[in-house]
């Protein structure tokens, strides 16, 4: 392997969610704003996804107070938290550039009858769980439990008005 793959190999993450061109998602953006961070949802419709390995990309399309909003997101990211599927659509074309003259009801896909939504995963590599060689048993030692229970009595005084 060379240097340039095996630096690649290093930078993808270990699990991918299976993108489909047509699919509403949800992608959980991290944002840096000054010295806090922050999480940021982008929902709409996958419009196209290109390229393979470290360059992988996807863009997402949605409608924003009447504007199209597209935004391209590196799959490999280490800023996408996360993707989450919320509707399944029926697309017969790799990318969906159509979708950008349409407004409104017309500028959704189809939903696929009877499709689940299922969070599929693509594995790119195993994770490689190396046990380490233990040099003595931990024992661990508990410490006895003690329950006190402690009894409050309370007396009910009662004092009699004379009228």
Do not use: C, W
């Not at 393979?52 to 490999?76: D, M, P, W, Y």
């Not at 996408?80 to 349409?102: H, M, Q, S």
């Not at 410490?143 to 229970?149: C, I, M, S």
């Amino acid at each position: 392997m060379d240097i340039i793959k095996s630096i690649e190999h290093e930078q993808m993450k270990n699990k991918i969610p299976e993108l489909r061109v047509g699919n509403t998602v949800k992608v959980h953006v991290r944002v840096k704003e000054g010295n806090r961070e922050r999480i940021q949802v982008f929902e709409g419709t996958i419009i196209k996804v290109q390229g393979g390995g470290v360059n992988q990309t996807f863009t997402v399309r949605r409608i924003a107070s009447g504007v199209g909003v597209e935004k391209t997101f590196l799959v490999h990211s280490p800023a996408v938290e996360k993707v989450e599927v919320t509707r399944v659509g029926k697309a017969r074309r790799a990318k969906l550039f159509y979708l950008r003259d349409r407004v409104g009801k017309s500028a959704k896909t189809k939903e696929k009858v009877g499709a689940r939504i299922q969070t599929n995963e693509i594995i790119l590599k195993e994770e490689a769980v190396e046990a380490a060689p233990e040099e003595a048993p931990a024992v661990e030692t508990e410490a006895p439990v003690v329950e006190e229970t402690v009894d409050t009595v309370t007396e009910e005084t009662t004092t009699e008005v004379k009228e």
